[in-house]
């Protein structure tokens, strides 16, 4: 996560991402590390609907990398 804000480890804040048009993902997060503009998050609090679109969004995700095109081996040296 980037934000335009320092955020302290422990602290929990509301989270709110449209991840497809229309499609928005709430949650409740927890700042796990926390260093100048970056941070890692926990997902603490989720109910059935924003877990089944987040998912549904990692799936779409991870099936993107997988297909993509691979570059070639580089040759020895």
């Known amino acids: ?3 335009n804000r320092q955020l302290d480890v422990g602290q929990i804040l509301d989270f709110r991402c449209e991840l497809y048009p229309g499609e928005v993902l709430d949650c409740m997060i927890e700042v796990m590390h926390s260093q100048n503009d970056t941070a890692g998050m926990m997902i603490t609090e989720i109910d059935d609907k924003a877990t089944w679109l987040l998912r549904a969004y990692l799936e779409e995700q991870s099936a993107r990398v997988e297909n993509s095109p691979k570059a070639p081996p580089s040759e020895p040296q």
Do not use: E, F, R
């Open 1 to 3: 996560m980037v934000s």
